[in-house]
């Protein structure tokens, strides 16, 4: 596949297509920047094993032209990241990345860190929708993942707020 195309990714069992254009694939993994209704937004990585179809079709090639038009495919391509199962997830976590996982089951999905990681899963630290730390953490099998997110305003929107929650809850111990 060549660089700074759009492409539409279906996923076995998920109920959404993915859209996104690509950077680079691997051998385990392809990553995307994530696209959304003409908005680029974070990067996503798709597990190979769980894509059904992917298409470059005309609807894609439109989608190219209009974000051409909006200078919105001028961005540095990210090619640090490993694309096989193994040195990504030692990758993620040496790198301390918040993430968005997904599975077969679409209408729900995980944000957090890896706390601790094993061979074939993980221990993530979740991260709830109001930007809170949680204590517990969750055991993830890593061969069940279908696609991860990072990088999104989202995700970048959680941690800053959670960052000035901290600090304000400690002027506000201070203050007392």
Not at 33 to 48: A, E, H, P, Q, T
Request: charged share 30%.
């Amino acid at each position: 596949m060549e660089k700074k195309y759009v492409i539409k990714i279906i996923v076995r069992d998920c109920s959404y297509p993915v859209y996104g254009i690509i950077i680079e694939e691997g051998s385990d993994w392809i990553l995307l920047k994530s696209l959304n209704d003409y908005f680029v937004d974070g990067f996503v990585l798709i597990n190979k094993k769980y894509i059904k179809k992917i298409e470059h079709t005309d609807d894609e090639i439109f989608i190219e032209k209009v974000l051409s038009a909006n200078n919105k495919l001028n961005f540095q391509l990210r090619t640090d990241i490993p694309l096989n199962t193994q040195d990504l997830f030692s990758y993620i976590f040496i790198k301390n990345i918040t993430f968005q996982i997904s599975f077969k089951d679409d209408s729900f999905s995980y944000i957090g860190n890896i706390k601790s990681y094993l061979e074939k899963s993980f221990y993530l630290r979740r991260i709830n929708s109001r930007g809170i730390w949680l204590d517990e953490n969750l055991r993830i099998r890593i061969d069940f993942i279908r696609k991860i997110e990072f990088d999104t305003d989202y995700i970048n929107s959680l941690l800053v707020y959670n960052k000035t929650f901290i600090e304000n809850s400690i002027e506000d111990n201070i203050q007392d």
